[in-house]
């Protein structure tokens, strides 16, 4: 999962998940789990740079809730 919370030092924004991931194996089959977590704040131009993940993207994420749901039916 990516998130920043390196960035906290620096201020005041508190920590938040961007996006989860997972992947599975089972008999050889790979299977790959990945939801981008809704966020409508300003990311820090050090966070855009390390993950690549643009706010347009998380605009159209869905609520954390939601996607640990998916995450743990995955």
């Given at each position: 999962s990516?998130?920043?919370?390196?960035?906290?030092?620096?201020?005041?924004?508190k920590?938040k998940?961007?996006e989860?991931?997972?992947?599975?194996?089972?008999?050889g089959?790979?299977?790959?789990?990945?939801r981008?977590?809704?966020?409508?704040?300003?990311?820090?131009?050090?966070?855009?740079?390390?993950?690549?993940?643009?706010?347009?993207?998380?605009?159209?994420?869905?609520?954390?809730?939601?996607?640990?749901?998916?995450?743990?039916?995955?």
């Amino acid at each position: 999962s990516e998130f920043f919370s390196w960035y906290q030092h620096r201020s005041k924004e508190k920590n938040k998940i961007l996006e989860i991931g997972a992947v599975k194996i089972l008999k050889g089959q790979k299977t790959t789990f990945e939801r981008q977590i809704k966020y409508e704040g300003k990311l820090p131009e050090e966070i855009k740079e390390l993950t690549g993940i643009r706010e347009e993207e998380l605009l159209k994420g869905v609520e954390l809730k939601e996607a640990l749901k998916d995450l743990a039916e995955f």
